[in-house]
């Protein structure tokens, strides 16, 4: 396919063109949603993410300096590009993060900016985040109980992650929790978790274990049978019409409930066809999808000293190689540790 091919199919205009754009991959999903790791550092170490020791962390000179990141995002929010969620590793962790989000949230074309945390030090950055206009948080919580906590995640915390939700909602974020299920290990703790939605606004949500490098050797629990546990305790879950996130999760109502339920599946629900995500690593790689390692070296071409067309011009162009879906259900497993989308890769290195 020529590049003037590529292009047309890349980038629709609106209906009052030139203005807005839609950037379209090669199989016409628009794509809008961006997420961004702004560190592979952790304060914790979930035995399902990261190895405990040898872990190899990117030199801190190949980390995209924020003013890196921020040009990336220009020229992603030009192509159409409209909410972005940084993450990591823990982005909590990364000097000054509320000052490039209040750079983020000015860039134009960005309209919601959020933040993926594991929450142990959001209580303290609350204020200030909500001051450079983060507009919502998800927080992990894959356990309630002391002890579990500490085994899963190797590290030991006294923050009562509870009361940060409590103080977040009270604040004006808009708050979801992500819990990954692991069979044998939370399953017990799904109806206590979806429980929290019962007096809260929050969008509890239970995603299924992914097959990545360190969680190869986990099994997951399913999203069907975390459904049939909270029916079984709370009544029947009703299908949420209105669109309430900008990602996969599919999300039900529960009378009596403040909040919603929600469900990621990669593993038994292929959403792929809907997917709407680009992934900017913290060394400058754009990932087209989760899966596989299509995608451009951002960081050569910026430190390169590419002009933003030229930065502009490649997405668009490898923009057609997103692949159509991911390949968990192919031949990945604990027996070859995800070696069919890239082996030791864990979701800390990637940005989930
Ligand atoms: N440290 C932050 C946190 O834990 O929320 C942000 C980064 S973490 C990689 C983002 C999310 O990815 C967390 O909810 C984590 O539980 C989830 N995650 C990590 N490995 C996963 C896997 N193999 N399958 C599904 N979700 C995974
Ligand atoms: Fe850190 Fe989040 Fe991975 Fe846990 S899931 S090790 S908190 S990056």
């Known amino acids: ?62 980390v995209l300096r924020y003013e890196e990141i921020l040009k990336i995002c220009r020229v992603l929010a030009g192509l159409g590009i409209k909410s972005v969620r940084v993450t990591g590793g823990e982005p909590l962790l990364r000097r000054e993060l509320a000052v490039f989000i209040s750079e983020l949230k000015a860039v134009k074309g960005i ?45 030991e915390s006294a923050v009562n992650v509870i009361s940060v939700i409590d103080q977040a909602l009270e604040m ?14 939370n399953e017990e703790e799904i109806t206590a978790i979806a429980g929290l939605a019962k007096t809260r606004n929050i969008a509890a949500r239970f995603i299924e274990l992914m097959p990545l490098g360190e969680a190869a050797s986990f099994k997951p629990f399913y999203a069907h049978e975390a459904a049939a546990l909270i029916e079984g305790t709370y009544g029947t879950l009703l299908p949420v019409s209105a669109k309430l996130g900008n990602g996969p999760a599919v999300y039900y109502a529960i009378a009596g409930f403040a909040g919603h339920i929600g469900f990621i599946s990669p593993m038994s629900r292929r959403f792929c066809e809907t997917c709407n995500k680009l992934r900017l690593t913290a060394s400058g790689f754009l990932k087209l999808c989760l899966c596989g390692d299509k995608g451009i070296d951002l960081r050569g071409l910026v430190r390169g000293g590419a002009s933003d067309e030229e930065i502009n011009g490649l997405i668009r162009e490898q923009l057609a190689l997103k692949p159509a879906g991911h390949r968990f259900d192919e031949s990945v497993g604990a027996e070859n540790g995800g070696a069919a989308f890239g082996g030791s890769v864990n979701m800390f290195r990637i940005g989930g």
């Not at 959020?114 to 356990?143: F, H, M, R």
Request: glycine share 10%.
């Open 1 to 62: 396919m020529s590049n003037e091919q590529c292009f047309s199919k890349t980038l629709v205009p609106g209906p009052q063109s030139p203005v807005p754009i839609f950037l379209v991959d090669g199989v016409g999903r628009n794509i809008d949603y961006l997420r961004v790791s702004v560190t592979d550092r952790c304060n914790l170490r979930c035995l399902y993410c990261m190895p405990n020791e040898g872990v190899g962390w990117i030199p801190h000179e190949d």
């Open 111 to 155: 309209t919601k900016v959020g933040l993926t945390t594991n929450g142990v030090l959001l209580g303290e950055q609350l204020e200030v985040l909500w001051k450079a206009g983060l507009d919502a948080v998800n927080i992990s919580i894959n356990t309630m109980d002391r002890e579990k906590f500490m085994r899963l995640t190797r590290i």
């Open 172 to 185: 004006g974020f808009e708050v979801k929790v992500n819990t990954v299920m692991i069979r044998g290990f």
